[in-house]
DNA sequence: GGCCTAAATGCAATATTGTTGCATTTAGGC
DNA sequence: GCCTAAATGCAACAATATTGCATTTAGGCC
């Protein structure tokens, strides 16, 4: 069925219960999930993770392009933009959590050009821009949260 | 001299030994440090900063513009561009670890009206490009740090 | 100069997050 | 079913961050 079990198979890893169930976890939200918070999510469902699995898992996930850590609030989200290329632009409710991934080829160009011109050779970008999504802008009078 | 006293005083906060350490520890380096860092560096000059006093400072000077958090690398850094408004942007050298701030009103707008077009309001925005610079870029058969 | 008070710092205890080394279990090829 | 490298579990620990309260101090006042 799917995307994990693919791409963990193509590139020489094994297909087993806890990568699925973190895999898992990160689809089934649309706020990032730091390891932790993965944990406790998994045993909600009395199925238990000890935390060092989960940080190697995330770890394993980051690297095959799978999850991204999302800095502002140091949780992990799920890629949906494969081969971006060391390119992340997110965007992130201050209020709800909630983070959404973008990609620009044209913003992205120009932040390593803009680098270059610094005499700076980027390799990678992150953004993440931090205001209020569409929902919560509208009852934008209730307190903040995050 | 400075900059650190009047911002201080101007906001209605007192001037201290603390504040103007952590201060000069920020602007004596290029790269980020973090609160520990600090209290290393400060304690080779035989000055004992309690870490807790440091977080406090450096959380004071965030909310000043006085620093800023540097998210890739947990570190912070001082800030240079006063009235970036909530736009910063960091290139960082994965090599040597030093940082420069930017300012770009164009990329800046550009970012905003972008997420603007997916429904979400705009409030701040970080920017991080890691790479190298361009000394580290010359000498880049060495082995890399970050 | 000394006095006073709110602000700043120190300190201890604790919580949270992340890492390491090694024992045990398991996926997947045979 | 067996075998082995890979994956996971576990325990101990390290690093980072937070909280509440006691003590000290900057700066306004006389």
């Known amino acids: 069925m799917g995307n994990l079990a693919d791409v963990l198979r193509a590139r020489g890893y094994k297909v087993t219960g806890p990568r699925q169930q973190v895999f898992d976890a990160l689809e089934g939200t649309e706020k990032p999930l730091s390891p932790y918070e993965i944990q406790n999510l998994l045993q909600e ?8 699995t989960i940080y190697r898992i995330l770890d394993l ?7 991204h850590r999302v800095l502002s609030n140091s949780g992990f989200v799920k890629c949906n933009l494969p081969g971006q290329e060391g390119c992340h632009r997110f965007v992130i409710c201050r209020c709800c959590g909630s983070v959404q991934e973008f990609a620009d080829k044209e913003l992205c160009r120009k932040e390593k050009s803009f680098a270059l011109d610094c005499g700076f050779h980027a ?10 999504c569409a929902k919560c802008y509208g009852r934008r009078d209730e ?3 995050i």
């Open 123 to 132: 390799e990678s970008h992150l953004s993440e821009t931090l205001g209020l």
């Open 143 to 145: 307190k903040t949260t």
């Open 61 to 67: 996930f980051s690297r095959l392009g799978l999850a």
């Open 45 to 52: 469902e009395d199925s238990f993770l000890n935390h060092v």
